[in-house]
Nanobody, 122 residues
Framework: QVQLVESGGGSVQAGGSLRLSCQVS??????LAWFRQTSGKEREWIAR????????QYADSVKGRFTVSQDSAKNTLYLQMNSLKSEDSAIYYC??????????????????WGQGTQVTVS
């Protein structure tokens, strides 16, 4: 059973930084990703990482500001968020799929989800 638990959310001023963590259990190699969702909007993909290769990809909205990484020894996925803007305020979710490579960025491409952590930028 794959379980994902996010942490690290909070409130920060615009221009500041936060680092989110996603503790992963019951999982080996696959594709890991971060999504976010604001009230009244669909959950959107923002970053993904192929665990076996470390290959990363980003949505245009966060490219150059956010960095996704993993610590395999700690079974943890990270999202370093810099130069935060008010529009980055959202609930952030980590997601996983037991596929050797990342193939998509839609919700249906991932079948394991964390409970989410709130990020507020003011």
């Amino acid at each position: 059973q794959v379980q994902l638990v996010e942490s690290g959310g909070g409130s920060v001023q615009a221009g500041g930084s936060l680092r989110l963590s996603c503790q992963v259990s019951g999982y080996t190699n696959g594709c890991l990703a971060w999504f976010r969702q604001t009230s009244g909007k669909e959950r959107e993909w923002i970053a993904r990482l192929t665990a076996s290769s470390g290959l990363t990809q980003y949505a245009d909205s966060v490219k150059g500001r956010f960095t996704v990484s993993q610590d395999s020894a700690k079974n943890t996925l990270y999202l370093q968020m810099n130069s935060l803007k008010s529009e980055d305020s959202a609930i952030y979710y980590c997601a996983a799929v037991l596929r050797y490579v990342c193939l998509g960025t839609s919700l249906s491409d991932f079948n394991f989800w964390g409970q989410g952590t709130q990020v507020t930028v003011s």
